[in-house]
C-alpha cells in the first residue's frame, strides 16, 4: 500500500494528523507546509495517484530561477493532508507546529514522457506549473541521483512572468503575521501601538520601473500618533521620544491631522550627512548639528488606513500634510534608477538606499521583500588588545588582536592583518610597544591559529572596515582604516556581535592580507552553488580555515586548474598554462609532449596562493600525483573507484572493501577517501620510490584481484559501452601529469561536497557523500585531525606486496 510508511510512523492515537487513507480523485491540488519540527523546513505536497507525493524543503521553495532549492523526498502522505495545520505533540514522527504556507492547484506540463505525472516523477524529471497565492508559474522537480535508496531533488523556478530575480525568502513570507489574510492588510486601530514594516536584506542593487527607491538614513526609526492635536513619538519598540526630541514633537503639534507617520530620525551636518554617533548623544536644547525627521510613510490620515493603499498613493498625501514645517522634512524617492541613487549615496558617505516595491501595501510589524535595504560595507570602532608576529618574518607584524566591549566586558572579535602600509605598520608598532603588557586582556585563549600574540592595555582605538560577522561574533576579513583618537574606550561597544550578522553585507571586491601579501578578492557575494545559496565567499572562507590542512598535499605540485568562474551550473574550463599571475605566486615550467612546448604551471605554495586559486573561481584543487623535485616518480599511486549512473553508492562501498581485502592480502596500507562526487579514491603510498608506469601497472595488478571478487560488480573496460554499467576500477589515473580531486578539496556539485579522507571503519552502508560538506569539513578535521597523513610518508614495497598476492 502507498501510505504503508505514513501509517508505520505514526501513532494515531496520539497525533492529531489524519489517517492513511487512499483517496482516487486526484484533483491536482497542492500544499506547501511550514514545518517547525526539530529543524525548520517546508514540506511540498503534490496530489496523484491517490496520494501526496512529498518532499522536505529545507530552505523553502523560491520564485528566482537562480535558486536550485534541495529537496528530499519523503514518504507519501495521505490527500486529507492538504489541510492540515496545527500541532505534533512531541513523542511523535515531526514533532511541532505545521502550517499552511500556501496551496492551490496545479497542472502537468508535456515533456518527453508526456502529461502523466507519475510517469514524468518516476522517470526524474516533473515539469508543472503552479496556480498558488504565493508559488506561481513554471516549476522543475528534477531527480539529481538515481537508484531506490536516493532521495534527493531539486526544485527550480522557471524562468516566466512571475519569476524574480531577487533575493527570495520563503520566511518573508511565513503566515506568523495575523494581519496578513489573503493579501489584504488589517485595520489598524490609531490607539494601539503599532510596529513598523521593516526592509528585507538584499545584496545588489537594481535598476526596475515598478520599484521606487529612498535614501536610506542612518538614524533613529520614529513613528508618530497625532490625536487631537496630541502629538506621541515613539521607537520601534515602544519607546518613547517625546523628551529626546521635544524640538520635533513641538513642531508635529502645529499638523491639523489626525495622521500616524513613519520615517526616520537623524542628525546631519552642513553637508546634510547623517552622523549616528551625534544622534546617539543628542541632548534636547544642547544641538551638534540639525535635528530632521525624514517622513516617508502614513498609515493613518483623519479616521481612515491608509495602508491598504498602494505606497506611491500614500506617499502623494504627504507632502500636503508636512508643508511649512522646518525640521520634520518628506523622504523623497526616484522611480526606476536605483543605481543612480546608490552611487550617489554611497559617494557621499550614506549607509545605502531603501527600494520599495512602488505598489506595496504597508504590513505592520511584518519583514517585506517588496521592501529593500541595499547596504555599502560594515564599519566598526575596535581596541586594539594586542599584536602577533609575522608567519613569514617578511611584515612588522602579523595582525592586530582586536576586541569590543560587550556589557562591559572586553569581548575578542578577530584579527586584522590588512590595510595599513610599512610606515603605518612602523608608527602603530612603537605606539604599541609602549603599552605593552604580560596579561592577556581577554582573560581566557584565543584561538589564533598558532600566531605568537603580545598583548598591550586596551588604550588605542581604530576603525576597521569587513565584510560581516560570523556567527561566532568574529569579523570577516577585517581591514584598517585608520586610528581614531576621537573616540572614548566607552563608545566602542557592541550589544551582540552575532546579533549583528543581518546588518552587515559582504564587500563585493577586496583584499585580504595573507601572512604579508595582499590577495584580491572580487565578486564575493557570487552564488556558486544555487541549490544550498552557497557563494564564492562561502568558498575563500572555508579554505581559508582549513588550509594548514590541505596545503602539505599541495606544496611543489603542479595545479592543473578547473575553473568555474559562474558557479556550478554554469560552464567551467581547465587552465594549465598561467601567464599573467601576481609575483608572489610562484610557478614551474613544464614541457608537454602533446602540446610541444613549455608549460607555466601554478604552484600552491602557501595560503595567499590556495585563497588566490579560490578566487579564480578554483572550486576543486587538481595537483599532479609527483612534485616537481621529484616529477618521474609519484608520492602515491590511486584506485579510482568509479560508478556508472545505475550504480548506487552502496555498491560503492561494496567495491571499497573488498579492495581493503586485497590490501590486507597484500599487507600493504591504503588510505579512503570520498571523491566528492559519485566515487571513492584509494591512495596507496609509494615514497617516491617507483615510477608512473611501474606505479600503474601495480596499482592495475591488484584492480585484476579486486574485480576478481565482485566480476558482476566491476569493470576494467576502458571504454564506457564496453563496462555495462558496472563499476570501472580507473588505474589509469596514474599517468604523468594526470590529476585528481586533493584531499580535503571542495567539488563542483550539488550540495558543495568535500573530498573526504575516511577511516575504514567509516567505509560502510550509510556513508554519504553529503556527509562532508564546506560547512561540516573544518568541525570534522578540528575534532579528527588529518586521516591521511601517511600517504605523503614511508612508501610500500611493490615486490613483498607481489609475493604476498601469490
Known amino acids: 500500500m502507498a501510505l504503508d510508511d ?9 497525533t492529531p494528523e489524519p489517517t492513511g487513507e487512499l483517496d482516487k480523485e486526484n484533483a491536482y491540488r497542492f500544499v506547501i507546509q511550514r514545518h517547525q519540527a526539530r529543524r525548520l523546513h517546508y514540506d511540498l505536497r503534490l496530489e496523484m495517484d491517490g496520494v501526496l507525493k512529498s518532499w522536505a524543503v529545507p530552505k523553502g521553495p523560491s520564485m528566482n530561477p537562480s535558486d536550485k532549492r534541495l529537496a528530499i523526498m519523503t514518504e507519501d502522505h495521505p490527500v486529507k493532508y492538504l489541510f492540515f495545520h496545527g500541532t505534533i505533540p512531541k513523542g511523535n514522527y515531526g514533532a511541532g507546529v505545521m502550517d499552511i504556507w500556501d496551496q492551490g492547484t496545479y497542472k502537468v506540463l508535456e515533456s518527453g514522457e508526456g502529461k502523466d505525472p507519475v510517469e514524468q516523477l518516476e522517470k526524474g524529471d516533473l515539469k508543472i506549473e503552479f496556480f498558488g497565492k504565493k508559488i506561481k508559474g513554471v516549476f522543475a522537480l528534477v531527480h539529481t541521483q538515481r537508484g531506490e535508496e536516493k532521495n534527493q531533488w531539486l526544485l527550480i523556478k522557471k524562468k516566466d512572468n512571475y519569476a524574480t530575480d531577487l533575493e527570495y525568502d520563503a520566511e518573508v513570507f511565513a503566515k506568523t503575521n495575523k494581519e496578513i489574510k489573503a493579501g489584504k492588510v488589517k485595520s489598524l486601530n490609531p490607539k494601539e501601538f503599532i510596529k513598523p514594516m521593516l526592509a528585507s536584506p538584499a545584496k545588489k542593487i537594481f535598476k526596475d520601473p515598478d520599484w521606487v527607491f529612498e535614501l536610506k538614513w542612518d538614524g533613529y526609526r520614529v513613528l508618530t500618533n497625532i490625536n487631537n492635536g496630541e502629538v506621541e513619538l515613539y521607537s520601534r519598540n515602544g519607546i518613547s521620544y517625546n523628551s529626546k526630541f521635544a524640538l520635533l514633537k513641538r513642531e508635529l503639534e502645529s499638523i491639523p491631522h489626525d495622521c500616524i507617520l513613519d520615517g526616520e530620525v537623524v542628525i546631519v551636518d552642513k553637508k546634510g550627512k ?100 541595499i547596504k555599502d560595507t560594515h564599519t566598526e570602532e575596535t581596541v586594539i588588545c594586542g599584536f602577533t608576529d609575522s608567519v613569514s618574518g617578511g611584515a612588522i607584524f602579523g595582525s592586530l588582536i582586536l576586541g569590543m566591549f560587550q556589557n562591559e566586558e572586553l569581548t575578542y572579535v578577530g584579527n586584522c592583518g590588512s590595510g595599513f602600509s610599512a610606515s603605518e605598520q612602523k608608527s602603530l608598532l612603537k605606539k604599541l610597544k609602549a603599552l605593552e603588557i604580560e596579561t592577556n586582556p581577554f582573560g581566557k585563549k584565543l584561538a589564533l591559529k598558532g600566531r605568537i600574540p603580545h598583548w598591550v592595555e586596551p588604550q588605542l582605538i581604530c576603525e576597521v572596515k569587513f565584510s560581516e560577522w560570523t556567527k561566532s561574533g568574529l569579523m570577516r576579513h577585517p581591514i584598517f582604516k585608520g586610528l581614531r583618537n576621537d573616540k572614548e574606550l566607552e563608545e566602542v561597544t557592541s550589544g551582540s556581535p552575532k546579533e549583528s550578522t543581518s546588518k552587515s553585507s559582504k564587500s563585493s571586491n577586496s583584499h585580504l592580507e595573507v601572512n604579508g601579501i595582499s590577495v584580491p578578492l572580487s565578486n564575493l557575494e557570487k552564488v556558486y552553488w544555487p541549490d544550498a545559496g552557497y557563494t564564492k565567499y562561502d568558498l575563500i572562507d572555508y579554505y581559508l580555515n582549513i588550509s594548514e590542512t590541505i596545503l602539505p598535499y599541495l606544496l611543489n605540485r603542479p595545479q592543473n586548474l578547473h575553473r568555474h568562474p559562474n558557479g556550478i551550473s554554469k560552464p567551467s574550463f581547465y587552465q594549465k598554462d598561467n601567464e599573467t599571475l601576481p609575483n608572489w605566486v610562484e610557478t614551474v615550467k613544464i614541457y608537454s609532449e602533446s602540446s610541444k612546448k613549455e608549460i ?90 617507483y615510477s608512473y608506469e611501474e606505479a600503474r601497472d601495480f596499482t592495475k595488478l591488484l584492480c585484476y584481484y579486486i574485480q576478481e571478487k565482485l566480476p558482476k560488480l566491476t569493470s576494467m573496460e576502458r571504454a564506457v559501452k564496453n563496462r555495462k554499467d558496472k563499476i570501472y576500477l580507473d588505474y589509469l589515473q596514474n599517468r604523468r601529469g594526470q590529476t585528481l580531486a586533493a584531499p580535503y578539496c571542495v567539488r563542483p556539485k550539488v550540495g558543495a561536497p568535500v573530498s573526504a579522507p575516511l577511516s575504514w571503519m567509516e567505509v560502510k552502508p550509510g556513508l554519504e557523500i553529503l556527509d562532508f560538506t564546506i560547512k561540516t569539513m573544518p568541525d570534522r578535521i578540528t575534532n579528527m585531525g588529518d586521516w591521511f597523513k601517511p600517504v605523503l610518508g614511508k612508501g610500500l614495497d611493490m615486490g613483498k606486496a607481489i609475493d604476498n598476492l601469490k
Open 6 to 14: 505514513y501509517i508505520k510512523k505514526r501513532k494515531f492515537n496520539s
Open 274 to 373: 547623517p552622523d549616528f554617533q551625534k544622534l546617539q548623544n543628542y541632548e534636547a536644547g544642547k544641538p551638534k548639528g540639525e535635528l530632521r525627521y525624514y517622513v516617508f510613510d502614513l498609515l493613518y490620515l483623519n479616521g481612515h488606513d491608509t495602508i491598504s493603499l498602494p505606497l506611491l498613493e500614500r506617499k502623494s498625501l504627504l507632502p500636503d500634510i508636512l508643508e511649512g514645517l522646518k525640521h520634520i522634512l518628506f523622504c523623497d524617492h526616484i522611480e526606476g534608477m536605483g543605481p543612480t541613487l546608490y552611487e550617489r549615496a554611497i559617494g557621499a558617505g550614506m549607509e545605502g538606499v531603501i527600494a520599495k516595491k512602488a505598489d506595496s501595501l504597508y504590513f505592520p510589524a511584518y519583514r517585506s521583500e517588496k521592501w529593500l535595504k
Open 600 to 689: 607555466d604551471y601554478l604552484l600552491c605554495q602557501n595560503e595567499a596562493t590556495l585563497l588566490y586559486m579560490a578566487n579564480l573561481g578554483c572550486i576543486e584543487i587538481n595537483p599532479w600525483n609527483s612534485t616537481i623535485q621529484n616529477l618521474e616518480h609519484p608520492t602515491y599511486t590511486v584506485i579510482d573507484l568509479d560508478p556508472s549512473s545505475k550504480n548506487t553508492f552502496e555498491q560503492v562501498i561494496e567495491v571499497a572493501l573488498a579492495a581493503k581485502e586485497v590490501l590486507d592480502l597484500a599487507k600493504i596500507k591504503g588510505f579512503c577517501k570520498t571523491s566528492g562526487s559519485s566515487g571513492l579514491h584509494i591512495y596507496l603510498p609509494l615514497g617516491e620510490k
